[in-house]
């Protein structure tokens, strides 16, 4: 089991900057792809981020360029730093891994979600 924690939301400026972090109970040593979604009201909960074991990491292209995806093994951490921030950004955004074990059976933690605010 592993229980999520994001922090780092907030109220930002069109055009600022802001670093969510996601915290994790316990080592990500057996997780197989970390993850950062977000939704907004009215909209589906779409992927923003993924990062894989191996350090591969994939962006949905509204937010390519702009978002970067990271992990602090040693602090147990993931974060999602957002540059070039714009109102279409603001969303409820969610910490996820997902875990898969040998057997194939699959396993999705998720953080509570924090709330991102873009002014315009």
């Known amino acids: 089991q592993v229980q999520l924690v994001e922090s780092g939301g907030g109220l930002v400026q069109a055009g600022g900057s802001l670093r969510l972090s996601c915290a994790a109970s316990r080592s990500l040593f057996s997780i197989n792809v970390l993850g950062w979604y977000r939704q907004a009201p009215g909209n589906q909960r779409e992927m923003v981020a993924t990062?894989?074991?191996?350090?591969?990491?994939n962006y949905a292209g509204s937010v390519r360029g702009r978002f970067t995806i990271s992990r602090d093994n040693a602090k147990n951490t993931v974060y999602l730093q957002m540059n070039s921030l714009i109102p279409e950004d603001t969303a409820v955004y969610y910490c996820n891994a997902l875990e898969r074990s040998s057997s194939g059976y699959v396993q999705n933690y998720w953080g509570q979600g924090i709330q991102v605010t873009v002014s315009s």
């Open positions: 990062m894989s074991r191996g350090g591969s990491s």
